[in-house]
């Protein structure tokens, strides 16, 4: 019976002992790794200090769109990162290579946020990273961020300004992450009509890191499309004066100017940059422009209404005016009466009367084209007049907005997210 027993128990020994040999005996890569997931190191790696240092060696900064009715800033980061674990090295006399290639969701991996973000992804680059034997991790992300800024566009066309994006860590009472970062490197600077001028890091109290982007409107699209038409109103109505006052085409003409410029207002109303801290001055801009029209229009119905009538009045002036000339008629056919009593008096013949009404005709005649032509003369002397101080000011208020909107610099509070 012990003869029997002997050679099966030696068996069942050795068949126990091959996997526990064979798994000893396994130095490659995968064994490696599938031994470090094996340790299930999901939490953050503690010391004595409670700080872990998570280097950013290279970021890179992306501006993919800015949203001037809701003062957004698109952004895209992506960062190399890398900090130390020290639970995550292996002995090389045993393991013969510096580094292992580790799932990303099988390890504890650092999240960067964007502090000012109205909404964030964080994703990483790849679904694995590198660990070497000194405990060395490497990772990449890429960071997709919608920023809250508070971006100045008041010299709208000519908009340029800061905008900051800081990039942190998760932290608590000391306890946690700190970033050290190293190079910034700013990519594919021109998106739409703004264009990333500059990227930087820069520090805020001593403590807080912050990206400082400078952006700039491209001026050429925007200044074509909304100051180009405005300006050009405005040239083209001052050049309407050469118009005639009689006839009434120039106040026809004036009146589709305002039309076209309310009309064109409306239009660009939804692509007008929304407000800020410092309201756009391209609104109050449209306004003057229509006021200008406006009192130009205006100007030119009263000159016209002088040319023809000789006064302003619409009521009483000109009910004393049809007396006037009610009792001027009666005046005339009273004389006539007394003249053809007095020819039937003097017994003067016919013709002599006719003559004399043929003269006082022709009298009142010469006498009513010289009012009119001195009524003209006085419409004339006003039109030339306020088209000289309409030139003057128009010319010197399209030269003050535009030096006032390529030089004027309105301050932005862009930290009011963080609380001092």
């Given amino acids: 019976m012990l003869e029997f027993l002997t050679p099966s128990i030696v068996k069942v020994v050795f068949l126990l002992c091959v996997p526990t040999v ?102 990483p680059a790849s679904g694995n990273l590198l660990v070497y034997s000194n405990g060395t991790v490497k990772h990449s992300l890429t960071i997709n ?30 306890c946690g992450p ?45 200044f074509l499309t909304l100051m180009l038409p405005s300006y050009l109103l405005i040239f083209v109505d001052m050049v309407s004066f050469v118009l005639p006052l009689r006839g009434g085409e120039r106040n026809s003409f004036k009146v589709t100017l305002v039309l076209s410029l309310i009309l ?34 205006l100007v030119s119905m009263l000159t016209t209404r002088i040319s023809q009538e000789g006064h302003l009045d619409f009521c009483c002036w000109s009910i004393r005016s049809a007396r006037k000339i009610t009792g001027n008629k009666e005046e005339m ?8 009593i007095s020819t039937i008096q003097l017994n003067a013949t016919e013709k002599t009367q006719i003559l004399r009404k043929v003269a006082k005709f022709l009298e009142a005649h010469n006498t009513n084209k010289a009012e009119k032509e001195r009524q003209h003369n006085f419409a004339n002397l006003l039109d030339k007049t306020f088209f000289w101080i309409y030139f003057i000011a128009g010319i010197g208020y399209l030269v003050i907005i535009t030096v006032i909107m390529a030089k004027y610099k309105c301050n932005v509070n862009h930290f009011g997210f963080w609380n001092d």
């Fill in 145 to 174: 961020a919608v920023v809250n800024c508070e971006i100045n566009l008041f010299n709208y066309p000519f908009a340029y300004d800061v905008c900051p994006v800081p990039v942190q860590a998760w932290s608590y009472d000391g």
């Fill in 264 to 297: 064109y207002i409306n239009i660009l109303n939804n692509k007008l940059p929304g407000d800020s801290e410092c309201s756009p001055i391209i609104r109050p801009h449209f306004c003057v422009c229509l006021i200008f029209l406006i009192m130009s229009m």
């Fill in 22 to 123: 064979g798994r000893a005996l396994c130095t490659s890569r995968r064994c490696l790794s599938n031994k470090l997931i094996d340790e299930n190191l999901l939490s953050q790696p503690q010391n004595q200090s409670c700080i872990n240092e998570i280097r950013v060696p290279l970021l890179e900064y992306t501006t993919l769109a800015v949203n001037t009715k809701d003062l957004h800033l698109k952004i895209l980061l992506r960062a190399l990162i890398e900090w130390e674990d020290p639970e995550l090295s292996w002995d090389t006399s045993v393991y013969t290579f510096d580094e292992v290639i580790l799932p990303v969701d099988k390890i504890w991996t650092p999240e960067l946020r964007v502090t000012n973000a109205i909404t964030s992804t964080v994703q």
């Fill in 333 to 340: 056919k009273d004389e006539e009466t007394k003249t053809d």
């Fill in 178 to 222: 700190v970033l050290t970062f190293g190079k910034l490197k700013l990519v594919n600077t021109g998106h739409g009509d703004w264009q990333t001028m500059n990227a930087e890091f820069q520090k805020k109290g001593g403590k807080r890191n912050y990206i400082q982007v400078e952006l700039e409107l491209k001026s050429d699209s925007p």
